[in-house]
């Protein structure tokens, strides 16, 4: 009967072990998944910086290619005929101011997409952490609960035991 008994002990403290390992793993593994998608989040945050500022330096050099190419058509007009170098002048600032505004738009567009995927990355980090905390919340209660079941089959263990202590010591 005592082996019987140690048998049960021994059964219960296994099962309550392997619960433990088992929310240690649950909890291992939720966490590796979350460092994952942070960095992915990371990762799309940067390239997407990074092609930000490549397309505003684009811009800036072809502006910049563009007024030089222009200067020098209206310096070569200039020499040739003072009053076709006025019209070049003119149509050289309106194209100017025109391809500044253009690059000006495209420039808040890229910005305006930069800070949207920045906010969509935040999003997802935030939804990953509350998904996360959710798991550790889960996996503690259930923890909780396996280690209350075992107490409950040791402490029925116990009575039992007790039942049958005066019934073996009588015979």
Do not use: Y
């Amino acid at each position: 009967m005592r082996k019987s008994l140690l048998a049960l002990l021994v059964l219960g403290s296994t099962l309550t072990l392997a619960a433990c390992d088992q929310a240690k793993e649950k909890a291992a593994e939720v966490k590796q998944a979350t460092e994952t998608k942070v960095e992915q989040a990371k990762a799309a945050v940067v390239e997407a910086k990074d092609a930000a500022a490549d397309k505003a330096t684009e811009m800036k050099d072809a502006v910049a290619a563009k007024a030089t190419e222009m200067k020098d058509t209206a310096a070569a007009k200039t020499e040739e005929v003072k009053a076709a170098a006025v019209e070049a002048k003119d149509a050289a600032a309106a194209k100017v101011t025109e391809m500044k505004d253009a690059a000006a738009a495209k420039t808040e567009e890229v910005k305006n997409a930069a800070v949207e995927v920045k906010d969509a990355a935040a999003d997802k980090v935030t939804e990953m952490k509350d998904a996360a905390a959710t798991k550790m919340a889960e996996a503690k209660d259930a923890m909780k609960n396996a280690v209350s079941e075992a107490k409950d089959a040791m402490k029925a263990v116990g009575e039992k035991v007790e039942e049958i202590k005066p019934s073996t010591e009588t015979k």
